[in-house]
């Protein structure tokens, strides 16, 4: 089945740094790409959807220019917090639409914490 | 806002038949229904998904009601590694559509 690497797993960044994460498709070629942010014991929120060779879309709320992605290959998309403060604290996952595969692939997720 | 509607915890015993409901009234005629379950600090990991028919997978099998609007997963015999959120999702038959995730069900399977 198709798989998505998401990198890191977890990372501590001081307030004002940024952190940037990888999303891979391992295994086929993600033309889009979903960004999720998760708060303790809350669902998943969708952030932005990413599209390779073109602008991402942000949800409502959400600060593109705080949220950087870019998904320059059809394998690769990244999203980047910049200035990260403390309130950035989340749980990040992205995700690949099904494609042909029926079921969306998630990644691992990455654990930021901002201190 | 989410279209599904799930109990926001339930207790089963390990090696149990573990059944979770869920109401999706306002499903539409072109929409799968998708379940989800995500352990702590993973992401989400596909378990079934079906559009009208009972379905079964070696993880688990989803009776759908003839009206649609209502599924339930059963999982056969639960045991401890399924203690998770459990998300039933409603999407349209677009490939690319973003899914819509509710509160879900927190699922303990007790020894």
């Known amino acids: 089945g198709a798989v998505v690497s998401q990198h890191p797993s977890w990372v501590i960044c001081k307030s004002g740094t940024s952190v940037k994460i990888e999303c891979r498709s391992l295994?086929?070629?993600?033309?889009?790409m979903f960004w999720y942010r998760q708060f303790p014991k809350q669902s998943l929120m969708l952030m932005a959807t990413?599209?390779?060779?073109?602008?991402?879309?942000?949800e409502q709320g959400v600060e593109k220019d705080k949220f950087l992605i870019n998904h320059a290959s059809l394998t690769l998309s990244t999203l980047t917090v910049t200035s990260a403060h403390p309130e950035d604290s989340s749980f990040y996952i992205c995700?690949?639409?099904?494609?042909?595969?029926?079921?969306?692939?998630f990644g691992s997720g990455t654990r930021l914490t901002v201190v | 806002d989410a279209k599904t509607t799930q109990p926001t915890s339930m207790d089963c015993a390990e090696g149990r038949a573990a059944n979770l409901p869920c109401n999706h009234s306002?499903?539409?005629?072109?929409?799968?229904v998708y379940w989800y379950r995500q352990i702590h600090s993973q992401g989400p990991q596909y378990i079934i998904h079906?559009?009208?028919?009972?379905e079964t997978n070696e993880m688990a099998s989803l009776i759908i009601t003839e009206d649609r609007k209502s599924s339930t997963l059963i999982l056969p015999h639960a045991t401890l590694r399924d203690t998770a959120v459990y998300y039933c999702?409603?999407?349209?038959?677009?490939?690319?559509?973003?899914?819509?995730w509710g509160a879900g069900t927190k699922l303990i399977i007790k020894p």
């Open positions: 990413s599209n390779e060779g073109s602008k991402a879309t942000y």
């Open positions: 995700s690949a639409p099904p494609g042909g595969f029926q079921s969306y692939t």
């Open positions: 079906g559009l009208k028919n009972n």
């Open positions: 999702i409603v999407r349209p038959m677009d490939s690319n559509y973003q899914l819509i």
């Open positions: 306002t499903i539409s005629g072109n929409e799968y």
């Open positions: 295994d086929f070629q993600a033309t889009t």
